[in-house]
């Protein structure tokens, strides 16, 4: 285990919005994604035309991955300003509106549309998906089950949703409600083992009801293309850093799951239950929520919960070499989420006696700021 290199990749959905106004590009974005596609080949499309997706090549070093993936960045930046756009990299875009939206051609996202509807068509949205490299991949539906009570942490640290068509939710990360209304998404199931899980990968491929497990848009899943496990809960990560922080944790996680065995073995449907409220209190309050311990049976402030889980990882992060992208986690609380940021954006325009449209705008100008 010790000599496992926990290779991991990192994909980051982003929005595409008209620089002047703020809101969904107006005109035609067949220019745009032609030279993305043309100068940038490792990116790719989503379910809309105004979002599009960037992935690293398998790494193992966390500078090789901020190189790589605040290139990227930076290079689809670029290209969007050339064509009257800016790139936001958040959960929700603050002004877009969903019926307004063109839909991507490409027979998978054509057929999503067709067999989900308008849940499908209502996911405008975007998340950040992080693969982690396991040394037996038969392992995966045990680590899965056993991650499941960090995946509200991991959450809460990518809180980048506040607002929602043009309104502001009350919430961190209203991202998680939106995908909600897919079937198949949330946290996994808890599987006896791996022949379990399996068993159900098959009984639903057999049934027709997914072509593939890539169907299954869980949280948590083991890939069915790499040896991976892929976290999909976090929102787009606003800030680069952060983004290096959320995948830098979860790889440690990994680790710290396969060299302690011990470590939430045995969870239950209470277990689960549980990971289901903290989920909702993180997507509620983001860093400032309280999460529920089982082994106490009392709520426990995020900050006193973040510290636990850093020590437990201060083994895997000295060994990986990520201490730095990992203890980014801190000043993630100290300093708020992108939610909190976009939210501290658009009330200090409203006090400023701007109308919401402005404030909205404010929101969008604060994330497309933060991420330079």
Wanted: with cysteine; aromatic share 6%.
């Amino acid at each position: 285990m010790s000599a496992h290199s926990y290779r991991f990749g990192i994909e980051e959905e982003y929005f595409l919005a008209d620089a002047e106004t703020r809101g969904t590009p107006r005109g035609d974005l067949a220019a745009f994604h032609a030279r993305v596609e043309a100068e940038l080949p490792e990116t790719g499309r989503e379910l809309v035309a105004a979002q599009v997706e960037v992935c690293t090549p398998p790494l193992t070093d966390a500078q090789a991955a901020r190189s790589n993936l605040g290139g990227q960045r930076a290079r689809l930046a670029g290209i969007a300003a050339d064509h009257g756009l800016s790139l936001l990299a958040c959960g929700t875009h603050p002004l877009a509106r969903w019926a307004r939206q063109t839909a991507t051609d490409g027979a998978r996202y054509q057929g999503i549309l067709s067999d989900v509807g308008i849940a499908a068509r209502r996911a405008l949205i975007c998340g950040m998906h992080v693969h982690v490299e396991v040394p037996d991949p038969e392992a995966r539906v045990d680590l899965m089950n056993r991650l499941l009570p960090f995946q509200p942490l991991l959450l809460a640290l990518s809180a980048s949703s506040p607002f929602w068509q043009g309104e502001a939710t009350g919430l961190r990360a209203y991202r998680l409600s939106v995908f909600g209304e897919l079937p198949r998404t949330g946290l996994p199931e808890i599987f006896a083992d791996a022949a379990a899980h399996a068993r159900f990968v098959d009984i639903m491929t057999r049934s027709g009801a997914i072509a593939d497990a890539s169907f299954l848009w869980w949280s948590l899943r083991p890939s069915i293309k790499f040896p991976t496990l892929e976290l999909r809960i976090a929102d787009a990560c606003t800030r680069l850093d952060d983004s290096l922080c959320i995948a830098a944790l979860f790889r440690c996680l990994v680790r710290l799951c396969v060299r302690r065995p011990d470590l939430h073995a045995g969870l239950d449907g209470v277990s689960r239950a549980l990971a289901s409220e903290n989920l909702w209190r993180t997507q509620h309050s983001g860093v400032q929520a309280t999460l529920i311990d089982e082994a106490r049976g009392a709520a426990v402030p995020f900050p006193e919960v973040l510290e636990a889980v850093l020590a437990l990882v201060a083994e895997d992060a000295d060994a990986l070499g990520c201490a730095a992208e990992v203890g980014r986690a801190r000043r993630i609380v100290a300093e708020g989420t992108s939610a909190d940021g976009q939210i501290g954006a658009y009330e200090a325009a409203l006090a400023d006696g701007r109308d919401e449209r402005a404030a909205l705008a404010a929101a969008v100008d604060w994330i497309a700021a933060a991420a330079r």
